[in-house]
T-cell receptor, first 115, second 111 residues
């Protein structure tokens, strides 16, 4: 089984709808992240969480919210979806480990289309 | 100006060629430098990691950091069609700071 899973894998929705993307991990990592990826822009950080009680805004948090339900679960919500939120969304986890490596492990992504 | 600049490509080379992928950055305080590889319809995965300056080699891959020029490189020797992917550079100030990502370079290795 995959260490980082995301549901759904694909979603088409309409402007104004509320959408939740879910992420689960079995790696036992405390740190979790939500990114979006757009062509030519690379990965941009939306929110991150260093532990269950810690939530932080990233570079592009406007229009998004998150919930860290447990160490293993981190959900991303779009309260009122708009077309420019059409993108590929990735969840990632990390563990600081030794020497500050903090390698990030990514899920398979959710392709979201807002019409 | 973006903090990390990376040519999006695509870069197309014949099988067996040496590939050079590069990123430039503007902030001299970056200390940790990574290369992630992303196959189509997959999430990125860490390929190489370097702390501060110097070179690091792993099989056919060599990562190089030149802090004086604010320039990092990834070299792939004896390139294979299976190396076809998007390569993203990323860097950070320290372990509790966020990664700053390049846009990624799409690499195509032609058989």
């Amino acid at each position: 089984d995959a260490d980082v899973t995301q549901t759904p894998r694909n979603r088409i929705t309409k402007t104004g709808k509320r959408i939740m993307l879910e992420c689960s991990q079995t790696k036992g990592h405390d740190r979790m992240y939500w990114y979006r990826q757009d062509p030519g822009l690379g990965l941009r950080l939306i929110y991150y969480s260093f532990d269950v009680k810690d939530i932080n805004k990233g570079e592009i948090s406007d229009g998004y919210s998150v919930s860290r339900q447990a160490q293993a679960k981190f959900s991303l919500s779009l309260e009122s979806a708009i077309p420019n939120q059409t993108a590929l969304y990735f969840c990632a986890t990390s563990d600081p480990g030794q020497r500050g490596t903090d390698t990030q492990y990514f899920g398979p992504g959710t392709r979201l289309t807002v019409l | 100006q973006k903090e990390v600049e990376q040519d999006p490509g695509p870069l197309s080379v014949p099988e067996g060629a040496i590939v050079s992928l590069n990123c430039t950055y503007s902030n001299s305080a970056f200390q940790y430098f990574m290369w992630y590889r992303q196959y189509s319809r997959k999430g990125p995965e860490l390929l190489m990691y370097t702390y501060s300056s110097g070179n690091k080699e792993d099989g056919r891959f060599t990562a190089q950091v030149d802090k004086s020029s604010k320039y990092i490189s990834l070299f792939i020797r004896d390139s294979q069609p299976s190396d076809s992917a998007t390569y993203l550079c990323a860097m950070r100030f320290g372990s509790n700071y966020q990664l700053i990502w390049g846009a990624g370079t799409k690499l195509i290795i032609k058989p």
